[in-house]
């Protein structure tokens, strides 16, 4: 075998290598169910996400990213907590105004957007 067809065998298995995703990838529907057994520590907070966020942040087909997602979460945290909170309270594509939750403060948003990405917002 020609050197120059080695390079290019061990060129194309790298690129496949590089391709594969580092982790166990889930499904959609496992993303989905281990959201579905997630709740703030909080009594109060628990309530209001139950009542408001949970029905579309823990539902598989709903395109909201999915509470304890943290992947989903990443390019939406980039975008700061400031902007965050204006989408909820005014409402952002497919999620209504105030994410539905009519008692929730700017503040309960806030933690309630923490917990459902699962890492620091700021
Ligand atoms: C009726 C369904 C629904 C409910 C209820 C809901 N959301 Fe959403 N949410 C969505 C969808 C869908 C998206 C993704 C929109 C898109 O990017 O297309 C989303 C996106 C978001 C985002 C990211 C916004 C951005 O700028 O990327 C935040 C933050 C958020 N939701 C917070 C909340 C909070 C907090 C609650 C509860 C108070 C809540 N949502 C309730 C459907 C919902």
Redesign the pocket.
């Given at each position: 075998m020609k050197p120059s067809l080695i390079l290019t065998l061990l060129a194309a298995a790298a690129g496949l290598a590089a391709c594969q995703p580092s982790g166990p990838t889930r499904s959609p529907a496992e993303i989905s169910a281990h959201a579905a057994t997630l709740k703030p520590a909080d009594p109060r907070l628990a309530g209001?996400?139950a009542q408001?966020?949970?029905?579309?942040?823990a539902m598989v087909g709903?395109?909201?990213?999915q509470t304890g997602d943290r992947e989903a979460w990443a390019?939406?945290v980039a975008?700061g907590m400031p902007?965050?909170?204006h989408?909820?309270v005014a409402g952002?594509?497919?999620?209504?105004a105030?994410?539905?939750?009519f008692a929730?403060t700017a503040d309960?948003?806030k933690a309630?957007?923490r917990f459902?990405?699962d890492q620091p917002v700021s």
């Open positions: 209001l996400y408001a966020c949970k029905a579309c942040h709903t395109l909201a990213p390019p939406r975008k902007v965050l909170l989408d909820v952002f594509k497919g999620m209504p105030g994410g539905q939750c929730c309960d948003d309630l957007i459902m990405a």
